[in-house]
């Protein structure tokens, strides 16, 4: 058993989004009850259109709130989970890694997508942006993972680089 050097859990952080869709759930269900007293409209019909729409903001929550991403770095390999993407453990032995290279970009530069990029050249796996490691393994393919402590990091990476080489 190897001893675990980093371990580092991710949940998703962006309380505005979260905000926004408490507010989208609570402006509904006002217009439903508002809606509700009115002869003019169909009740079975509104009441599954308040069904379906809770149901859709409610998934998206509890989406949002469930993931998470956990990472353990140990000298012999990087095991990650991306929940819930992910039901059990990946892991890359770093016999397999040919480049790494800790990344810390700018905020700014962190606004484009959702941080989750699955493509044929790189396969990404954050809830914090473009700050992480970035593995190019030896098959041609590159691995991202998001990382909120990238300096830290970058010492945990360089030993273990430095054990195995």
Request: proline share 2%; charged share 25%.
């Amino acid at each position: 058993m190897n001893k675990t050097c980093y371990k580092e859990v991710q949940r998703f952080r962006r309380w505005e989004i979260i905000a926004l869709l408490l507010f989208l759930l609570a402006g509904t269900t006002y217009h439903f009850f508002k809606l509700n007293g009115e002869s003019t409209y169909n009740q079975s019909l509104l009441a599954l259109q308040y069904v379906l729409i809770v149901l859709f903001i409610g998934g998206s929550l509890a989406y949002l709130i469930s993931i998470r991403l956990v990472l353990k770095i140990d000298d012999k390999k990087i095991r990650y989970q991306f929940y819930p993407w992910h039901y059990r453990k990946h892991e890359v032995r770093w016999e397999e890694v040919d480049s790494c290279e800790v990344l810390d970009t700018p905020a700014a530069a962190e606004l484009s997508g959702w941080s989750v990029r699955v493509g044929t050249w790189e396969r990404s796996f954050t809830v914090s942006g473009r700050r992480g490691l970035l593995l190019s393994l030896k098959d041609g393919r590159q691995l991202f993972l998001g990382s909120q402590h990238p300096g830290q990091l970058r010492e945990i990476v360089d030993s273990c680089r430095g054990k195995i080489a």
